[in-house]
């Protein structure tokens, strides 16, 4: 615990490859397509009223060397009203582009998500095992935000101010073209200054999406573990872990935020400057008599109609490239190669299921006359497993007969859940192949397999929903009467009964609030709803008490004995539902036997039983209990 406690947790496995900010963008199209008129629209609308900004100095010019000069009350209350008209109509035209962006960018968010929550769900178990769910849920929310908002301000807003600045530096150099060169001198710096901006800025803003990623990984862990971390007193130090990552990005946050002020200093600075000398210039000149004083005024007002546009590049530019990494992160996920329905020879499977005739083999194969779950020269390696090691599991050779419930043990570590995993096709085997009932799991889609096999973990997870949505999960199209059979087999009606729903109790995030035991039943009654043929359970019975454990091995029995079963088993009373015993022993199976055979001739396996708590006692209490 100390050890988790304390470290920190990874970020994503991959190493971000940085594209440049605008080919990163870019892989947003397909999600704004669908909005794209909406989204040019506003564009539009927003090119529009920064224009009409820009025609305010022009009027002003008229009204100063016109009416002004001319002492004419009338045209100055004329011009006094145009400027208020075009006011009015740039404030007009800036509120009607935030409302036409509202309501598609929301859609583009959720379409994104929605697309990235489908994507995860169907990737396979190597990949979770790989990344911290912390990195997946900062992707899904912080990541998707600052898309949105990217594309509702800093998209339009670098197109507008760049059509502004255009537009305002041709009206500039039209008025007074000497005036204006000296006002538009600083641009090829600042653009310099920009750029080695933009590359520093990159790098901060990956770094810090990333520690937010970690951060959210030991919020969520914090939570999830919070009965561990009281129980073991740990509060302290994982509050120094939490701390220590806060203070990374503290520093990473404060890093972008000296980085933006620098180029917001050199961005205000050096245009003001400018303007300061144009003025200077152009004062003179009006003294001297060459510029009027309205050409003067409109000159320095359109510059100064250009502020605000120069002035935002700096956090526009950094805006942009927070949503360049958020997309570089959000493909991350989406780029990872989903599992395909279809059977590992790309074959769909046929919909049987199977009853020993059907195909997957060659003829005269034995494999395909035995019926039930056979594994041939199985051998597994995890895909992040390191090279030199040898593979989880070796050459597998196991038969388990139509009907028969097999009991897998072995020492912590020898691969009984690695190899329950294959059945499932949680993970393909890396070499040999599983047979069901003649035909190859490879060639079966996951959905055929996963109708054949049901499942049960040693670690019951429960959904933040009902009973009845957390059982009938079990089994598509399974009714009421098929939930009230399961939960009588998992001796779970008892309990469910009396919860203040019943069947419709919401049962909470994890099931936390019930207790081991019932959520095991009640995970176990999600493995049986759907009658399977091929029933997995890893350790169901670990979380239960000596009295409720009796009760489900009784109704265990009765399941176990319509379907082929293989049961990973730590403790007698559980080895003592199966017909044999398979012993697995450093990734390979060593003997198989009944229970007292291999009690009597293997050394191992015997080590293993008497050294499980209370199982001599226990082995000699079952030993009057029919074993069939
Ligand atoms: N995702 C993974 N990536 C790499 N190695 C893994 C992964 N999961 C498990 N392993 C390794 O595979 C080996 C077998 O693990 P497995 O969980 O199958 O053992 P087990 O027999 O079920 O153990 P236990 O009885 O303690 O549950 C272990 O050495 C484990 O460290």
Redesign the pocket.
Known sequence: MADTAQTTPQTAPTTPLRRSAVRSLLRLWPFVRPVRTRLFLAAFVAVLASCIGLVIPLVLKWLVDGPVTERDPGGTWLGGGYLLLLGIAEALLFGVRRVLVARPLASVEAAMREALYRHIQRLPV?FH?RWASGQLLSRATTDLQLLRMFLAFPLVFLLVNGATILVGCVLLLAQRWSLGLVLLAPVLPLMVMCSVFEAKYAVAARRAQDQVGDLTTVVEESVLGIRIIKGFGRHRSQARAFKELTHRLRTTELHKARLLAAIWCVITTLPEIAIGATLVLGTVQVADDALSAGTLVAFLSTALALRWPVDSIGFLLAMSNEAATATDRYFEVMDEKAVTDEGRDGAVGSGETGSGQAGGGEAGDPARAAGGLVFEGVEFR????AEDTPP?LRGIDLHIRPGETMALV??????????T?LVPRLYDPTAGRITVDGRDLASLSRDEARALVAVAF?EPTLFSATVAENVLMGAEGAQEADLLRALRVAQADGFVGALPEGTATQVGEQGLSLSGGQRQRLALARAVVGRPRFLIL??PLSALDVHTEALVEAALRRVLATTTALV?A?RPSTVLLADRVAL?SG?RITAVGTHHELLRDNPEYATLMSGTSGMSGEADRSEGESVR
């Open positions: 190597a095992d995890y895909p992040d497993a989880t072995g020492a912590t570590g020898s691969g009984k859940t690695t190899l995993a040693e890893d350790d990973v730590h697995l990734g």
